[in-house]
């Protein structure tokens, strides 16, 4: 059945370290999303693409980067550059202008 | 600066009774709207939407109105069940755009 996978579900990493999160969807949508979540708020748009090959910044881009060569897979890196990478990270795919459908979510923890 | 604003942190009700969930929007440029629902350590699910054309929306027990002159939208849920407790997003759109805003989220509770 379709929808989106997030690996693995809890992360560890140490600081100072890159670390790259997984997301695939099934569902044949162009647009794809990148969010992360930290308590009490709300989700803040980190990447989106379009299209494949196509991704643009979101509102706190800053420390992370991604790829789009698939239109199935858009993995997030979380660089060392990321001061507070600490949170849970939600991937999205849509169609245009149409709800998002989620993965269930990572939750990374740097040590 | 918040487009979309949810400012009811938390809201509680009894079973049976009617919840009614807050957003604001500051955008003129939205021209749809939407919520979610999310379980703890679980991705949003979307729940209902509206246009900007329309000013109610209705899907079972749960109904949106959006009065465009105020800038807010509500969400109804008539009767309210112990499984309706969750945190509920409310978030906006142009079609012109790409980007969905979403509000900070209310966590609601329904008392059995």
């Known amino acids: 059945d379709g929808g989106i996978t997030q690996s693995p579900k809890y992360l560890f990493r140490k600081e100072g370290q890159n670390v790259t999160l997984s997301c695939e969807q099934n569902?044949?949508?162009?647009?794809m999303y990148w969010y992360r979540q930290d308590p009490g708020q709300g989700l803040r748009l980190i990447y989106y693409?379009?299209?494949?090959?196509?991704?643009q910044k979101g509102d706190i881009a800053e420390g992370y980067s991604v790829s789009r060569e698939k239109k199935e897979s858009f993995p997030l890196t979380v660089t060392s550059a990321q001061k507070n990478p600490t949170a849970f990270y939600l991937c999205?795919?849509?169609?245009?202008?149409?709800?998002?459908?989620f993965g269930p979510g990572t939750r990374l923890t740097v040590l | 600066d918040q487009q979309v604003k949810q400012n009811s942190p938390s809201l509680s009700v009894q079973e049976g009774r009617i919840s009614i969930l807050n957003c604001d929007y500051t955008n003129s440029m939205f021209d749809y709207f939407l919520w979610y629902k999310k379980y703890p350590a679980e991705g949003p699910t979307f729940l209902i939407s509206?246009?900007?054309?329309?000013d109610k929306n209705e899907d079972g027990r749960f109904t949106v109105f959006l009065n465009k002159s105020a800038k807010h939208l509500s969400l109804h849920i008539v009767p309210s069940q112990p499984g309706d407790s969750a945190v509920y997003f409310c978030a906006a759109g142009s079609t012109g755009g790409f980007k969905t805003i979403f509000g900070a989220g209310t966590r609601l509770f329904v008392k059995a």
């Open positions: 569902l044949n949508h162009d647009a």
């Open positions: 693409s379009q299209i494949v090959n196509d991704f």
């Open positions: 509206i246009s900007s054309i329309k």
């Open positions: 999205a795919s849509s169609l245009p202008h149409r709800e998002q459908f």
